[in-house]
């Protein structure tokens, strides 16, 4: 479909910030996942709240789709312009507005990367926590419901948003909350924006919870003889009410891969990668009470870095498994993809996939967010190859049913977009026509990045 009168529009309004050239319609129709790309008719570059609103309402009068960019980082397709459209760029929109120190809260425009907030942050002795690995904007974080390696102590995105300010798909300009840490005044509306991958508006505002930063740091890393006895050491670390600030798991190929990648000398074994804060005192009796944990259900090898170069060496390793596995064998697709389950479950589900995995042609790493029974597999296929093809989908159908089966969800933390559409059937059932209803009372004529999140 064309949208002509929209585009005209669009040219007259914006001038030099839209654009319509091949190559950067090509770069904003595809994220980071293994999704076809599906490119916009125009991409604009937003500089203001201002500038999204008479886009939208632009857009709205000609029915023509709007999708929200932000660093396209996204996994499951979430940027993919399936029915073309305008894509909006909030990358530009990176100023930090208000930082309320004592209050420890902080307004950023979407924009804003969350290295750049911290870096801002770090003299001030607060930082934000959500960190899922790679350079993404808040305002993408938010509307994915992104989460990371900090969640088992400081919660996802939903737990440190205090307020959005929203365009709708009027083009309305909408504040859902504010600055207070608790509100009893109607519906919750940041959280219903909060993981809706721009289905229901943009956002182009956010009002965030800082934390403070503890006095001392400790990282670590131990290795276990295979992973029952690593997810074994995570329940008995979470039951006894640790406060761990990070707890991941790499699989003995993903430790393989990552030392390949980076010249680093891990043991190729399944580790435990973890980390504390707190008083100095309190990590290190943190530290002792962990290592007896981890020590009678088979840990060794065990060390901790108290140098925060040595704590940043060691997440740096943790950090490039994806690079590390797309490296074991060039030229194949890579599809990532998660599910999370209650954490007495996390370690049947592992071992379950690894065994399909293991029964199948594809090459596939597997690391966890342990501490919330969230855990990824990065799968290798060839994309000329049927048989490798079908069987990822196999694999990932597999994993998916066996993590609702045991109660658990499709995906922790990398959202439905293209990808998991059919999944969010299987596990919301009649819930899904809510979805619908309340997608329909907000955009009535399906603007808003369709095609995403709901089944067709």
Known sequence: MTYTRALTALEHRFGSQLSRAQADRLAHGRDEGGHTPMAPDAILNAHSTEDVADAVRICALDRMPVIAFGAGTSLEGQVCATHGGLCID??????????????????????VTRQALNAYLRDKGLFFPVDPGSE???????????????????????????????????????????????????????????????????????????????????????????????????????????????????????????????????????????????????VDEQIATFTDLALACGGAHIEFANNQEDINRMWHARHQLYYATRAMAPGKQVVTTDVCVPISRLGDCMLETRADVEASPIIATMLGHVGDGNFHTIMLADPESDTEMSAMA????????????????????????????????????????????IKTALDPHGIMNPGKMLPD
């Not at 990176?94 to 950023?108: A, C, G, K, S």
């Not at 196999?394 to 045991?406: H, I, P, S, T």
């Not at 959202?415 to 559409?421: E, F, P, S």
């Open 136 to 282: 993404c904007t808040l305002g993408g974080m938010a509307a994915t419901r992104a989460s990371g390696t900090n969640a088992v102590r400081y919660g996802t995105m939903r737990e440190q948003v205090l307020s959005l300010q929203v365009v709708t798909a009027s083009g309305e300009v909408v504040e859902t909350g504010t600055r207070a840490r608790k509100s009893a005044a109607g519906l919750d509306l940041t959280h219903l924006f909060i993981g809706s991958e721009g289905t229901l508006g943009i956002i182009t505002g956010l009002s965030l919870r800082l934390h403070g930063i503890p006095e001392k740091l400790a990282a670590g890393v131990c290795r276990f003889p295979d992973l029952k006895s690593a997810t074994d050491t995570v329940m008995s670390t979470i039951q006894m009410g640790l406060p761990v600030s990070r707890i991941e798991l790499l699989d003995e190929l993903s430790v393989r891969a990552v030392n390949t990648h980076t010249g680093t000398q891990h043991l190729e074994a399944p580790t435990l990668f973890l980390e504390f804060g707190g008083t100095a005192s309190g």
């Open 394 to 437: 196999r694999l990932n159908e597999r994993m998916v049913r066996r993590a609702l089966d045991m109660g658990g969800t499709c995906t922790g933390e990398h959202g439905i977009g293209l990808g998991k559409r059919t999944f969010l059937e299987w596990e919301k059932g009649p819930a899904v026509a809510l979805m619908r209803h």
């Open 90 to 111: 909030l990358s530009a929109m990176n100023r930090i507005i208000t930082l309320n120190e004592t209050d420890q809260d902080v307004r950023v425009e979407p924009g």
